[in-house]
């Protein structure tokens, strides 16, 4: 009858709007078909009393389906807590490499080990973008972005140095080299005497350490000379790459 097929239609218009949103849209698509079929085949009578109520659904619906839509993902502390440690971990030694400033160390003669992190900054960077899509606080948005854009400067920063110290370490990699083998071929000797000081029976021949100490005597002036090319090369900026081999020549010695 047609009181009970407007009876059974609000029925499904007051399920509707009970009901949980979770694949509503098909739902709510039904609901204006029957209701477009009702309004066509029984006439105006049965117009003034659909209308309001599919009006009523619309009016309920389509706010409650847009703030669904904008509704962001929850993000756990823990997710966030973890973001801005790994973005810690990364920048201490970035901040201690930019700290060298042009100042050249060993690494900078090693073209293989030079590392640009630029995988590493690439992913934090899109993490970041990726919380702050699914975070509504401001506050929080605001400390990815800006702890973003402090990775992202110092990057920029420590790439700029680096190619500063690549560039100024070719001009001079022929000194390094040459220093470089020089103090390598002096430990070589140095090891060499030690042995010979060792195999000496006890108690200890004075002749043999006093022909052992003249033979420490004659590479004096071989340490002379890898001092003086360590004070060329700190000179042009390589104090830090000098400073490790010299003093544990001069320990040695």
């Not at 990364?90 to 400033?101: D, H, K, M, T, W």
Request: proline share 3%; net charge neutral.
């Amino acid at each position: 009858s047609y009181s009970s097929v407007i009876s059974d239609f609000f029925c499904v218009v007051l399920q509707l709007l009970k009901s949980e949103l979770n694949d509503i849209q098909p739902k709510v698509d039904l609901v204006h078909d029957q209701a477009a079929e009702l309004m066509m085949n029984r006439g105006n009578e049965c117009k003034k009393i659909v209308e309001p109520k599919l009006s009523e659904l619309d009016q309920r619906f389509t706010p409650i389906s847009q703030r669904i839509k904008t509704v962001k993902p929850m993000v756990s502390s823990k997710e966030l807590e973890q973001f801005h440690s790994d973005i810690q971990k990364l920048l201490e030694p970035l901040e201690a490499e930019i700290r060298l400033g042009v100042n050249l160390t060993e690494e900078d003669f090693n073209k293989d080990t030079s590392e640009d992190n630029d995988g590493q900054v690439k992913e934090l960077l899109q993490r970041g973008n990726n919380l702050q899509l699914k975070i509504s606080d401001d506050k929080k948005r605001e400390e990815i972005k800006l702890k973003q854009q402090l990775l992202q400067t110092k990057h920029n920063t420590l790439k700029d140095l680096r190619s500063q110290r690549r560039k100024k370490a070719l001009e001079i990699s022929h000194q390094w080299y040459q220093y470089k083998r020089q103090s390598d071929d002096l430990l070589k000797c140095l090891d060499d005497i030690e042995k010979k000081i060792a195999s000496l029976p006890e108690p200890k021949d004075e002749q043999k350490l006093k022909e052992i100490d003249g033979e420490l005597e004659k590479k004096k002036e071989e340490l002379n000379a890898v001092h003086r090319q360590a004070e060329r090369l700190s000179k042009d900026g390589a104090a830090k790459a000098v400073e490790p081999t010299l003093i544990h020549l001069n320990k040695r010695w």
